[in-house]
């Protein structure tokens, strides 16, 4: 019971932190997953006396629904798990299964999962679930109790939406009474599956000229157009580029402009998707230093090309310092 309520706050503090990153949101999606399962020996409370069940090994399939908030999901998972039991000693007395009697389990669980994102395609995951188990003996007897498991895995990206994903699991349910005979459930389970995620990454905004608007000339020495570049993964403003924005800020006092246009690159030294979210990240860091420099926010549109539009066209997985940049433009 302690692991379970365990379970429970941790479970809390992982949506919790996931709701904190709105900025990955990347949308909902299934799973299908089948294993093979091992279960150890347990042990048993009868009217006869204590002693030990064992089964054979079995097998599960199930499947799931859940929505990805960038690092951290949350699920709901259905699974079905069937094993023989092999025999139960009571005592002395030990009776084999010859009958090939067995027991199913249906289970429902809620499970909080966290991806420890990076730039490969392979994403390492762990989390936890809470749920009920329905335990069935061959239809003879029955009984629904409380389950948990914990999760360890890994997903590798097939496609943008498709992942194949491979974990091991720990379940366990409270103990559970057919017909008398009283133990709790524990299952290993090695288990294979396919998950395809609805999500994409956000369409850049569509480049709108804006209206023409009857000004003096520019200054001739005042630039239109400058350009920040940042280090390798990262979204903080150095102090060159500060400079830069500042010079960006009172251009645009100056010139008396009503819009400026953020777009945010990155190279390709991570996934499309993660460049996506880092780009829009960019661009995001110079439009807060800009407002903090007295620029209207209403008059800042940021846009996110991820590694779409490189200065320096290079292969797949080089770093680029050219091409990690927010190109800031006064129409």
Do not use: C
Request: glycine share 10%; hydrophobic share 40%; proline share 6%.
């Amino acid at each position: 019971m302690r692991l379970a309520l365990g379970l429970v706050s941790a479970a809390a503090i992982l949506v919790a932190g996931a709701a904190a990153q709105a900025d990955m949101v990347s949308g909902p999606y299934i799973t299908g997953f089948g294993g093979y399962t091992i279960n150890p020996e347990v042990g048993i409370d009868t009217p006869l006396g204590s002693g030990k069940l064992s089964f054979e090994d079995g097998w599960v399939a199930g499947a799931a629904v859940g929505y990805d908030f960038g690092r951290a999901r949350i699920e709901f998972e259905g699974a079905y798990r069937d094993n023989e039991y092999d025999s139960i000693r009571i005592g002395n007395a030990t009776v084999n299964n010859n009958s090939g009697d067995g027991l199913a389990v249906i289970s429902g669980m809620v499970n909080a999962l966290y991806d420890f994102e990076n730039e490969s395609v392979v994403t390492p995951y762990m989390g936890f679930g809470m749920g009920a188990a329905y335990l069935d003996d061959d239809g003879s007897e029955s009984d629904t109790v409380l389950a948990y498991q914990g999760i360890v895995g890994t997903k590798v990206s097939i496609t943008e939406n498709l992942s194949a994903v491979v974990d091991y699991r720990y379940f366990r349910t409270l103990e559970a009474d057919l017909a008398g005979t009283k133990f709790e459930y524990e299952q290993h389970t090695i288990t294979a599956g396919l998950t395809y995620n609805f999500g994409t990454p956000a369409a850049p905004a569509p480049m709108v000229e804006p209206a023409p608007v009857v000004q003096p000339a520019p200054t001739p020495e005042l630039a239109r157009s400058y350009m920040v570049f940042f280090d390798w993964d990262s979204t903080a403003i150095t102090p060159d580029a500060s400079q830069i924005i500042r010079d960006a800020a009172s251009a645009a006092q100056t010139l008396g402009v009503t819009r400026i246009e953020l777009t945010g690159h990155a190279d390709r030294s991570g996934s499309p998707r993660y460049n996506q979210r880092l780009s829009l990240k960019r661009a995001e860091a110079v439009k807060a230093e800009l407002i903090a420099l007295g620029v209207s926010p209403d008059s800042i549109s940021t846009v996110g090309k991820g590694e779409s539009a490189p200065l320096v066209p290079t292969p797949d997985g080089v770093r680029e310092a050219q091409n990690r940049r927010v190109e800031i433009v006064l129409p």
